[in-house]
C-alpha cells in the first residue's frame, strides 16, 4: 500500500507559478508511475501529467503543455508538477497519483491505484 501527500497548493494570480510535491510512504517510489490530475467543481477528474518509475518519459494534457512540468527525486521518494503562467481555468484540486511500473503509460484515472487527499490550487483573474 502506497500513501501519498500533496503539498504547495494555494492562491496565485494570473501569471504565476506554484510548485506542487507529492511524497509517497513508499521507499522504493521507483517501482512506481506517478501521474497528476486533477477536478473543478461540477466537472469530472482529468488527466494532467504522466512521468514514468525511472522519470525519462513524461506526458502532458494539450491544455497544461509548456507551462507544466512534471519531475520526480526518487531518492527522496517524491514527485512535483511546476506550473507556471498559471491561468483562472487551472483553478482545481489536484491529485497526484501512482501506478505499479508493471502497469502501461496511462491517462485514464481508473488506472491508477494510489491516490493522494488532494491539494487545492486557486488562480485568480
Known amino acids: 500500500q502506497v500513501q501519498l501527500a500533496e503539498s504547495g497548493g494555494g492562491l496565485v494570480q494570473a501569471g504565476g507559478s506554484l510548485r506542487l510535491s507529492c511524497a509517497a510512504s513508499e521507499r522504493m517510489f521507483s517501482r512506481y508511475h506517478g501521474g497528476w490530475f486533477r477536478q473543478a467543481p461540477g466537472k469530472v477528474r482529468e488527466f494532467v501529467t504522466f512521468i514514468s518509475a525511472g522519470g525519462g518519459r513524461a506526458d502532458y494534457a494539450d491544455s497544461v503543455k509548456g507551462r507544466f512540468t512534471v519531475s520526480r527525486d526518487n531518492a527522496k521518494n517524491t514527485m512535483y508538477l511546476q506550473m507556471d503562467n498559471l491561468k483562472p481555468e487551472d483553478t482545481a484540486i489536484y491529485y497526484c497519483?501512482?501506478?505499479?511500473?508493471?502497469?502501461?503509460?496511462?491517462?485514464?484515472?481508473?488506472?491508477?491505484?494510489?491516490w493522494g487527499q488532494g491539494t487545492q490550487v486557486t488562480v485568480s483573474s
Open positions: 497519483a501512482a501506478n505499479s511500473r508493471n502497469s502501461s503509460p496511462s491517462r485514464n484515472p481508473e488506472t491508477f491505484l494510489y
